[in-house]
T-cell receptor, first 114, second 114 residues
Framework: NAGVTQTPKFQVLKTGQSMTLQCAQD?????MSWYRQDPGMGLRLIHY???????DQGEVPNGYNVSRSTTEDFPLRLLSAAPSQTSVYFC?????????????FGSGTQLSVL | GENVEQHPSTLSVQEGDSAVIKCTYS??????FPWYKQELGKGPQLIID?????GEKKDQRIAVTLNKTAKHFSLHITETQPEDSAVYFC?????????????FGKGNQVVVIP
């Protein structure tokens, strides 16, 4: 199993550009989530999903959209990138459907918005 | 919401010595406390977790202790090795409450000196 796969690993955007961060897992996990990691801030939850067709907001959802059309994929969209969205983004999945127990993280996407 | 604090922010230990990282939490309803290890350039990886109905859990050189009265829990690494050098994150959540928000601490940098 590959686990949780994120692409791309690095991305540079200009302010106002849009892009999609991809996340896929092959563990048949129902729960998937997106976090951002900023220096000195720990990990903060952006959006999460407890199954295909179900998404909800986390702690810092503004400026981001998600969808969950399949169990495997959970893309994160930035509609109009801003410098404040410069961060490292992690996708994570969990075998629990409604909990954050035992999260499996991807290797991250480092995003810079100029 | 839950607030989790970690101390110290950086810890240097000689190889073979023990390392202890402490986390405090604010919500007395929190009942699940995981620890994640993040190596440079990688995503966090779950190394041990504990539920509030036990006071201690061990896995080889790693242990976690929980003091519910004082609302703190600690990660203990014995016989440290260079590969233990990483950033360690603690987290807390109330499972079953349904808010799906795992509150992470800001991380501890552990450096094992050969």
């Amino acid at each position: 199993n590959a686990g949780v796969t994120q692409t791309p690993k690095f991305q540079v955007l200009k302010t106002g550009q849009s892009m999609t961060l991809q996340c896929a897992q092959d563990m048949n996990h129902e729960y998937m989530s997106w976090y951002r990691q900023d220096p000195g801030m720990g990990l903060r939850l952006i959006h999460y999903s407890v199954g295909a067709g179900i998404t909800d907001q986390g702690e810092v959802p503004n400026g981001y959209n998600v969808s969950r059309s399949t169990t495997e994929d959970f893309p994160l969209r930035l509609l109009s990138a801003a410098p404040s969205q410069t961060s490292v983004y992690f996708c994570a999945s969990s075998p629990g459907q409604t909990t954050n127990e035992k999260l499996f993280f991807g290797s991250g996407t480092q995003l810079s918005v100029l | 919401g839950e607030n989790v604090e970690q101390h110290p922010s950086t810890l240097s230990v000689q190889e073979g010595d023990s390392a202890v990282i402490k986390c405090t939490y604010s919500d007395s309803a929190s009942n699940y406390f995981p620890w994640y290890k993040q190596e440079l350039g990688k995503g966090p990886q779950l190394i041990i977790d504990i539920r509030s109905n036990v006071g201690e859990k061990k896995d080889q050189r790693i242990a976690v202790t929980l003091n519910k009265t004082a609302k703190h829990f600690s990660l203990h690494i014995t016989e440290t090795q260079p590969e233990d050098s990483a950033v360690y994150f603690c987290a807390a959540i109330t499972l079953g409450r349904g808010n799906n928000r795992l509150a992470f601490g800001k991380g501890n940098q552990v450096v094992v000196i050969p």
